[in-house]
């Protein structure tokens, strides 16, 4: 992990795991599949059964479930694009003096302390914690992710007026 602490130096006990973090999103992206992958199966059986036909021409719940199934088919198949981004991604430490770019893992400090995210290709917002600290997935596309990529250490962030951070660690 490179540090910003007067002067940049890699330290061996980081508080926050890369490989742990990659890991732990992956988990939560695989587990989120599984259970959508299951109501996806059981949207489209109701949405298929003989006995869910419409009983008059006002009634639409085939049609309603059949939306939903489509729905959730292609959540799972954005979900499976997820699961394979993350794994791509490699959990090696960033260079020294290297710029923030994609499967980085940063350490922000601000006015009320130390923040980490994770930039991932995809499952922006998603909130976890590892060990004792939380990190935040974000994407290159959020706001946060395109103020952020090709910043160093020890660069200041605008986050909005009147509002930033130094970036103190990337990972």
């Known amino acids: 992990m490179i540090t910003s602490s007067g002067s940049s130096r890699r330290q061996a006990a980081a508080a926050v795991n890369k490989q742990e ?6 988990s939560v992206l695989k587990s989120e599949l599984a259970a959508l992958t299951k109501a996806a199966h059981e949207s489209f059986s109701a949405a298929t059964d003989p006995d869910s036909r419409a ?6 719940r085939t049609l309603e479930a059949s939306y939903v199934a489509r729905g959730q088919a292609q959540r ?10 993350f794994e791509a991604l490699s959990a090696v430490a ?3 003096g290297a710029a923030i770019s994609l499967g980085a893992l940063i ?12 930039l991932g290709p995809a499952a922006g917002g998603l ?7 939380e ?11 395109k103020k952020l990529i090709g910043a160093q250490l020890g660069s200041t ?5 009147g509002v930033s951070v130094r970036v103190a660690s990337i990972e």
């Open 21 to 26: 973090v990659l890991d732990h999103i992956i």
């Open 55 to 60: 009983e008059n021409k006002y009634d639409t």
């Open 76 to 85: 799972v198949v954005d979900l499976q694009g997820a699961v394979l981004a």
């Open 94 to 96: 960033m260079p020294d």
């Open 107 to 118: 350490g922000l400090q601000g006015s009320d302390g130390l923040s980490h995210y994770f």
């Open 127 to 133: 909130e976890l914690t590892v060990g004792a600290t």
């Open 135 to 145: 990190v935040i997935v974000i994407t290159p596309a959020s706001p946060l992710g």
């Open 157 to 161: 962030v605008d986050l909005h007026p």
